[in-house]
């Protein structure tokens, strides 16, 4: 299903010398009532690279997630968030910093007494800007994710696809430089699932953003690792066969609280670890 | 299948008290202090005001007139008896402002609104919103506390006004229609018995009540663990929490007061 464009998805990038790594975890250790579900975790996340997390349930997955955002904080280890450390920083300063964090929560996490609109103009309310530049954001973001339609309607006359689709589109409206998924396409069905693949890959190929997505559907990264999202198209199309894997998207699998693996999906492929060539079959 | 009970030690429980009363006045002293930090969120107050304020008015109505009336009729027997019945108008007017009217009033709207906060930030909490409002850069207790904080303590001062004067109109209804006391003779004695310090003891309490109703209402809520059952079992502990801790603060800011300012 092609996805329509943004308006504004042709201005000029940036080009301030960004630091080393989008996201950097160093020796991460986290316990919750004795029970160790990250043990002195390190990777990297460099900038405009999208990395899936996969692991069993439990595996400590969504806890990553949180912890790379502030939300909770790890037992010993250091978290590198653009730049900054965040391990030490107060609610306050983390505050500031989220502004720059997009995050899709796993059930969407949309405030139910606020209609779609108000959900997606959330940090744009919070930052008293004017209410025609909301509502023009909010539009477009809307339209991003092809739910203009639902401006007016509450998360509860939503379905599960497109509640998820209004949490992208909440996370995206500020352009974020990092976004966090969480089991974006965990619950829905195979065509819904590949609307928010295609919506993963177009903000990694066309806005070049960071992402660490958690996921248990081994089939939607490896259609994020095969495809790329094509402007002229406006629409996800295969990497042509032997370019396969040369789009910025790396795995990394979590067990027993350690990382098993931090590579690229050739060499995911070609692991000779036998938990993994499970895994992946 | 066989029932395994888990003993929890008295220190276990006694840490766990410790930790939740200082989570409390964590809660309560930073609720308190981001009056004084923007963002201040106005909307969100008067939202809060209305639905506490307004949406209790019923309640509070019907409750004030309802006490005061029984205070009267109940007062009225025990006073015939020494030929005082003249002084039923004092009984209720002391009664009401001092303190079933700051009380009763606290109470109903604790079983109203301390559980509707209690539920409203459980749902947030298990449905990961809280977390998302974190998320998206905005601090949820000045977003949600602070808000309900003020505006509870702002309209229970109201509703209680409005309670005794409905409690002395109950009690007027008493007084004037069962047992044939003047109108003036009745509102004269409810007006002269009043002296400051019964009026200041009125006004201060209905405060501090709205203080603890909002604040335990919003501490259960975001406390909340274990789903929707999770959810049912703050609503239950805020109401619980809420009305015991009105009933031990009144007792003590009626004895500071009589401190302070001297028995009659």
Redesign the interface.
């Known amino acids: 299903m092609p996805v329509p464009t943004l308006p504004s998805e042709n201005a000029p990038v940036a080009l301030a010398k960004p630091p080393d790594y989008a996201i950097e975890f160093d020796n991460v250790s986290i316990a919750f009532d004795e029970k160790v579900v990250l043990d002195r975790i390190s990777f990297q996340l460099p900038h405009g690279e999208t990395k899936a997390l996969f692991g069993v349930a439990g595996s400590g997955k969504s806890t990553l997630l949180k912890l790379a955002i502030g939300l909770i904080r790890p037992d010993s280890g250091r978290i590198f968030v653009l730049g900054d450390e965040i391990t030490n920083m107060s609610e306050q300063q983390l505050f500031e910093l989220r502004r720059r964090v997009g995050i899709v929560f796993q059930e969407s996490a949309l405030f139910d007494s606020l209609k779609v609109d108000e959900n997606v103009a959330f940090r744009l309310m919070e930052e008293h800007i004017s209410a025609e530049e909301i509502e023009r954001r909010v539009r477009e973001a809307l339209r991003f994710v092809e739910l203009e339609r639902t401006y007016d309607m509450y998360p509860s006359e939503l379905s599960g696809g497109m509640r998820r689709r209004v949490a992208i589109a909440r996370a995206i409206i500020t352009k974020p430089e990092v976004l966090l998924y969480d089991s974006p396409t965990g619950g829905l069905d195979p065509v819904t699932s590949n609307t928010i693949v295609e919506l993963i890959v177009k903000q990694r190929d066309v806005y070049k953003t960071s992402a660490l997505m958690v996921t248990h559907r081994l089939q939607d990264a490896f259609t994020m690792a095969t495809h790329y999202f094509d402007r002229t198209a406006n629409k996800m199309l295969p990497l042509p066969k032997g370019q396969y894997c040369e789009v910025p998207m790396s795995f990394l699998i979590l067990r027993d609280a350690h990382v098993i693996f931090d590579g690229d999906g050739h060499q995911l492929a070609t692991s000779r670890d036998d938990y993994i060539r499970e895994y992946i079959s | 299948m066989a029932l395994e009970l888990e003993l929890i030690s008295p220190i276990d429980i006694a840490k766990d008290l410790a930790l939740a009363v200082q989570e409390y006045t964590l809660l309560a002293a930073q609720s308190l202090a981001n009056f004084f930090r923007r ?1 201040l969120y106005m909307g969100d107050m008067l939202q809060q005001a209305d639905l506490i304020g307004f949406g209790s008015l019923p309640i509070v109505v019907l409750t004030g007139l309802s006490v005061g009336a029984l205070l009267a009729l109940n007062a009225a027997s025990t006073l015939q008896r020494f030929g005082g019945i003249t002084l039923i108008g004092q009984l209720v007017s002391l009664g009401m402002v001092t303190e079933l009217g700051p009380l009763i009033t606290g109470l109903m709207v604790a079983g109203r609104n301390a559980s509707g906060m209690a539920s409203e930030l459980g ?2 909490i298990v ?3 809280i ?9 949820p207790t000045k977003k949600l506390i602070t808000p309900r904080v003020g505006a509870t303590a702002f309209m229970l001062f109201f509703l209680t006004i409005i309670a005794d004067l409905l409690g002395l109109i109950g009690g007027y209804g008493v007084a004037h229609l069962i047992f044939g006391l003047d109108t003036q003779q009745y509102w004269t004695s409810v007006w002269q018995i009043l002296v400051f310090r019964d009026v200041f003891t009125g006004l201060v309490k209905p405060v501090l009540f709205g203080f603890i109703i909002s604040t335990i209402g919003c501490y259960y809520g975001i406390s909340t663990r274990g789903g929707t059952q999770g959810v049912g079992r703050s609503t239950t502990q805020a109401v619980v929490a809420a009305s015991v801790l009105i009933l031990v603060v009144d007792f003590f800011v009626t004895k500071l007061i009589f401190a302070i300012f001297g028995y009659r």
């Open positions: 963002p749902s947030m449905t990961e919103q977390d998302a409002m974190r998320a998206l850069g905005t601090d």
